[in-house]
């Protein structure tokens, strides 16, 4: 049993504090991903909870055990770094079996596991190659079966798709995803990619300038953002953000224009506060080529900018008080730029987060 | 008007001719010294000069190791014990220190880093010779004048800041990543080390030792100053007992030559196969 628990975890540089007190909580066998912008502490935490820093205050425990003192290889866990640290030196064999041949394994034993890892990672056909002779891919699964072969109690992932190219990074996100369904364990996964973290996570912690920000399942991280930061930075193309004012009940832009206030979050504002309205591309659709049929709208039209066709749905950027916003167009016909075209505002959607804090005015 | 192609060739046949003038500068004294180790003393300052030996003989050496008729009394076997042992010694702690100097400052950070690496580095700014007073001066305070450890030391502190420089190059080109991901897979630091890291800098760490073995072996304005006896003589210091007051033994002299450099040519020739460009890094994407 592997839970493995952050608390008031700190990271200080000498004076610098990048880790500012983190609490999380993994459970057992769950796939979390730490989701956030560059430079925001997202490996510093892995690496604390690997052991490759020191924690500079709190604890971390891994399972029963407070792990603050222990070195790397007492911690029972196996990473995966970004540029994958093979040992040049080794086959993919010896790669696969260095840490049960440390561990001092029988020969048999070590056999059985590398060729078992080897199998779940399609790896057979390369096993007496060097590292300098596979690509990329290739690579990237070695380093995720010498992972694997230990059986640790978790795996820590440090943004290992980020040295692929795209259509690779795709195909590998979806093995990491079918890997943890065969070997079941604790998986703390680092990145940057806000897709990443939504398509594999069972819950997402998105990380902010050494704060947690929010901590939940992708689809509650996605529907329902504690604030602005969170509202932008996951979801693609990013949720529209705009400045507003609440006045008599609607939501009042800057160039005077108005939206009714969302019936669910009539008694969440105050009058004359002053708010960001959140909408998602997604629910603001020309009419007739939204995703579901609009419940609770509002209508606007708007100018267009310029539309990105992207097949099955068609970006669309307009201006809305003066800013940019996006929206899209499902089951999508020709649009030129300079059209004018009448828009639905899915309200049961919106989002209205105060100005002043950022945070969402939504009760929890 | 010259074309192009003819003016490259004209270049390149220019480079030849140069790289060629380079060549024979840099090898024929070495050539010089080699023919004459096998002829006899009278041949070599024969007007006009006598290129190929006329008689080779291995007379010469004959003569050093006292095998023979002639015989000239140089101890030379006492000399080379004096030489290997100094320049292995000297080597081995030299590469030690320059192992665990480089690794610091490859891996770790710590106060006064650059400025210590610079100071290592400017020590080498100042000729081994204008330190042979004061290192004379105390090494006769305290008694290592004439001893194998005085130069010992000496030709550690001499080697040490081209080690530390050199290898700190190898392991600064292995991510460091390499060694943690070694920590996880259940190593300590130092098994770390030893089983990823070491293998990884060894062709650096090579090239440093024979860097360091040849600067000792070959030395010969400290270990003049400091020597004295067949206790510590070096075959580089050696090669003065050929010089009596009104003549010199040149045969001799070449002689003694070919017998130090033999030795590291060997040596060099074990050691080249680590030498070629380290190892291709495939561990880490590229
Ligand atoms: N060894 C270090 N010394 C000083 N500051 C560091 C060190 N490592 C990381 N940092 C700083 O800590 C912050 C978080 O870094 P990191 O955890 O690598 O971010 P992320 O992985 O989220 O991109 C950054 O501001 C970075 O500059
Ligand atoms: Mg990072």
Redesign the pocket.
């Known amino acids: 049993m592997a839970e493995i628990t952050l608390k008031d975890v700190v990271k200080r540089?000498g004076k610098?504090e990048?880790v500012h007190g983190i609490n999380l909580d993994i459970a057992h066998n769950e796939f979390v991903v730490l989701v956030?912008p560059?430079?925001?502490?997202?490996?510093?935490t892995l690496r604390m909870i690997a052991g490759l820093e020191d924690i500079s205050d709190g604890t971390i425990s891994i399972g029963p055990e407070v792990v603050n003192d222990l070195p790397p290889r007492k911690r029972n866990i196996s990473m995966v770094f970004q540029n994958y640290a093979l040992y040049p030196h080794m086959s993919v064999r010896e790669n696969l079996g260095f840490g049960l041949k440390i561990a001092k394994q029988d020969a048999a034993t070590i056999k059985r596991r590398v060729d078992e890892a080897a199998d779940i990672l399609g790896l057979d056909a390369l096993m007496d190659r060097t590292p300098a002779e596979l690509s990329g891919g290739q690579r990237q699964r070695v380093a995720m079966g010498r992972a694997i072969v230990r059986h640790p109690e978790a795996f820590l992932f440090d943004e290992p798709l980020s040295n692929l190219d795209a259509k690779l990074r795709v195909q590998m996100r979806t093995e990491i995803k079918k890997l943890h369904q065969k070997v079941k364990t604790t998986v703390v996964y680092?990145t940057h990619d806000q897709v990443e973290a939504m398509t594999l996570a069972d819950r997402i912690v998105v990380m902010k300038d050494g704060h947690i920000e929010q901590v939940g399942t992708p689809m509650d991280v996605f529907n329902h953002p504690v604030n602005t930061f969170v509202a932008s930075f996951i979801g693609s193309p990013p949720m529209n953000l705009l400045p507003a004012t609440v006045q008599n009940g609607t939501v009042v832009f800057s160039d005077g224009k108005s939206v009714p206030v969302p019936a669910r979050l009539k008694d969440r504002v105050r009058e004359g506060q002053e708010v960001i309205f959140g909408l998602r591309p997604d629910d603001l659709t020309p009419v007739g080529h939204g995703i579901a049929e609009a419940g609770d709208s509002a209508r606007v039209a708007l100018d267009i900018i310029l539309s990105e066709p992207l097949g099955t749905e068609t970006i669309l950027y307009t201006t809305i008080a003066g800013q940019e916003a996006q929206g899209k167009m499902f089951g999508p016909r020709n649009v030129l730029p300079g059209e004018t075209l009448e828009f639905d505002l899915a309200m049961d959607k919106a989002h209205i987060f105060d100005a002043e804090s950022g945070k969402t005015v939504r009760l929890d | 008007m010259m074309n192009g192609a003819l003016k490259k060739r004209l270049g390149a046949i220019g480079l030849w001719v140069l790289t060629f003038i380079l060549m024979v500068v840099m090898c024929v004294p070495g050539l010089w010294v080699v023919l004459t180790a096998f002829r006899p003393n009278g041949e070599v300052l024969a007007k006009p000069p006598v290129w190929i030996p006329e008689n080779p003989s291995l007379l010469n050496f004959a003569k050093i190791f006292g095998v023979g008729v002639d015989q000239v009394a140089i101890p030379v076997p006492a000399y080379f014990m004096n030489s290997l042992i100094i320049a292995l010694t000297s080597t081995a702690v030299a590469l030690l220190i320059g192992m665990s100097g480089g690794y610091a400052f490859a891996r770790y950070r710590f106060k006064f880093k650059n400025g210590m690496f610079l100071g290592l580095m400017l020590s080498r700014t100042v000729p081994g010779i204008a330190l042979s007073l004061p290192v004379f001066m105390i090494w006769s305070r305290i008694g290592l004048i004439d001893a194998k450890l005085g130069l010992i030391i000496v030709y550690v502190a001499l080697n040490v800041p081209f080690t530390i420089w050199l290898i700190d190059g190898f392991f600064r080109q292995i991510p460091k990543e390499m060694s943690e991901a070694a920590q996880v897979d259940g190593c300590t630091r130092w098994q770390a080390f030893w089983k990823i890291e070491f293998p990884l800098a060894k062709s650096g760490i090579a090239s440093a030792g024979i860097f360091a073995f040849l600067t000792s072996w070959n030395e010969y304005a400290l270990a003049s100053n400091l020597t004295r006896s067949t206790d510590s003589k070096t075959l580089p210091v050696g090669l003065m007992d050929f010089t009596a007051q009104f003549t010199i033994d040149w045969a001799g002299m070449s002689a003694m030559a070919v017998i130090i450099i033999i030795p590291a040519l060997i040596l060099t020739f074990l050691v080249q196969k680590h030498l070629i460009a380290g190892l291709t890094f495939g561990g880490v994407k590229g």
Not at chain 1, 38 to 44: A, H, L, N, P, V
């Open positions: 540089y610098v990048v956030g560059s430079g925001c502490g997202k490996s510093t680092v």
